[in-house]
């Protein structure tokens, strides 16, 4: 089976800042992939790499499309979805606006399932996302990306700064994307969610993969541990 995301020696910049030095990366249909590793390793430049946001050269391909070149609009209507960390909610809309902005007919995930999974969205659906808590707009965020119907989703650090309570909700919506077949890359410090998962991990220091494997072996290997994660 071919991987339905596959990087291949890819390099990014900012402007004349090089960040990612050659990533190789694949992630397989309806797989979970979590992206670990120390803050500036590169692993939100990644992400926007993916999405079209970034100047990078390489391969990447989805379902063995280039995407090196295209705009995101047209990376989006592939089926890739972001969640950036940012959140990036239209605070001038309500919630339902947002929620119908991003919504594609036939979508396997509708605004009814993200009432269902996120209560509070349904609560304030007539409040507009610039009023929202920073763990609403998380939900917010998720939940519009999840409409545009997407089959593989890149999320960055989905529970930074969310009360317990928030963290369970995100990680169960997840959950159920990935009994719907859904793939992910899941940009998370923690691997708390990863866990719940049971997601392959994948490290990354300097701009590159420095380990690829489950999540056992990451946690037997003191060295990578070390080197790639332990802060101090």
Avoid at 12 to 18: F, I, V
Avoid at 20 to 48: F, P, Q, Y
Avoid at 70 to 85: D, F, M, Q, S
Avoid at 199 to 206: C, E, I, N, Q, T
Wanted: neutral net charge; proline residues 4%; contains cysteine.
């Amino acid at each position: 089976m071919s991987a339905q995301l596959r990087i291949e020696d890819l390099r990014a910049w900012y402007g004349a800042a090089q960040v990612l030095h050659g990533v190789h990366l694949c992630i397989d249909e309806g797989e979970a992939v979590a992206l670990a590793g120390r803050n500036g390793s590169g692993r939100s430049t990644l992400a926007k790499a993916i999405m079209g946001l970034v100047r990078c050269a390489g391969d990447m391909r989805y379902r063995d499309v280039p995407l090196i070149g295209l705009r995101p609009h047209r990376i989006a209507r592939l089926g890739l979805g972001y969640v950036p960390e940012t959140r990036d909610v239209f605070p001038a809309l309500t919630v339902r606006e947002n929620l119908l902005l991003g919504e594609r007919k036939g979508t396997r995930f509708t605004p009814r399932d993200a009432y269902r999974l996120f209560p509070a969205l349904e609560e304030r659906a007539s409040v507009k996302a610039g009023a929202l808590s920073g763990g609403e707009q998380q939900m917010l965020a998720l939940a519009r990306t999840l409409t545009g119907d997407p089959s593989l989703v890149v999320i960055d650090e989905p529970g930074e700064g969310l009360a317990p309570q928030v963290l369970a909700q995100v990680a169960a919506c997840l959950a159920m994307l990935r009994e719907r077949g859904v793939a992910m890359l899941l940009i998370e410090e923690r691997l708390s969610i990863a866990r719940t998962l049971d997601a392959r991990v994948a490290v990354m220091g300097h701009g590159a993969i420095q380990f690829d494997g489950p999540f056992a072996s990451l946690a037997r290997d003191e060295q990578v541990m070390r080197e790639w994660l332990s802060v101090g």
